[in-house]
């Protein structure tokens, strides 16, 4: 089975400073890693996600994730939080296996808030 | 949330009643899934469907019924089956079906609550 963990409910992080909002997963074979964001009252929006390749990989708003694959882990990281990176970060994963209908699974979030 | 449409933003509903939760997508996506988001949890799947007059259940499909007969809608109905109905539900849907790799494009969500 996969699963996904978000340890942290909640991250602060001063403007300015390096942000990392961590996830770990665990699959039978490789990885789909994908991580969202989700402002108030408002539906999830798509950062980044990792298929195979480079570790280090580059998504929107400044926003880049790490595959460590002996760690299994994927961290969200930022050089320089902003106010506005306040919000609702998901970690989701899915196992690779073409032809399989198997669904995303998401982590529970962290609430990350960027003090001015 | 471009291309995703919801209605209503927000939904009340009396004990007993069933509820329509409206989806509408102008991406030409074959897939499209229905979530159901509690406080503190993370998104739980209530139906998939990979292409239209086709669809499957999720994690969480008791007291859920949905349709695709248009490839741009997806309706969920949440029926008086369902015994904890309130929550904020999302709709979205990806290119392909849910075995690739692609990502998934959400709506703003409609957040149901019971009376």
């Known amino acids: 089975a996969q699963s996904v963990a978000q340890p942290e409910d909640q991250v602060n992080v001063a403007e300015g400073n390096p942000l990392t909002v961590k996830c770990t997963y665990s699959v039978s074979g490789n990885p789909y890693l994908f991580w969202y964001v989700q402002y108030p009252n408002r539906g999830l929006q798509f950062l980044l996600k990792?298929?195979?390749?480079?570790?280090l990989v580059k998504g929107s708003y400044g926003f880049e994730a790490e595959f460590n694959k002996s760690q299994t882990s994927f961290h969200l990281k930022k050089p320089s939080a902003l106010v506005s990176d306040s919000a609702l970060y998901f970690c989701a994963v899915r196992e690779e296996n073409p032809g399989s209908a198997r669904q995303l699974t998401f982590g529970s979030g962290t609430q990350l808030t960027v003090l001015p | 949330d471009g291309g995703i449409t919801q209605s209503p933003k927000y939904l009340f509903r009396k004990e007993g009643q069933n509820v329509t939760l409206s989806c509408e997508q102008n991406l030409n996506h074959d897939a499209m899934y229905w979530y159901r988001q509690d406080p503190g949890q993370g998104l739980r799947l209530i139906y998939y469907?990979?292409?239209?007059?086709?669809?499957q259940k999720g994690d969480i499909a008791e007291g859920y019924s949905v349709s695709r007969e248009k490839k741009e809608s997806f309706p969920l109905t949440v029926t008086s089956a369902q015994k904890n109905p309130t929550a904020f539900y999302l709709c979205a849907s990806s290119i392909r079906g849910p075995g690739g790799f692609d990502e998934q494009f959400f709506g703003p969500g409609t957040r149901l609550t019971v009376l």
């Open positions: 990792y298929i195979t390749g480079d570790n």
């Open positions: 469907s990979q292409i239209v007059n086709d669809f």
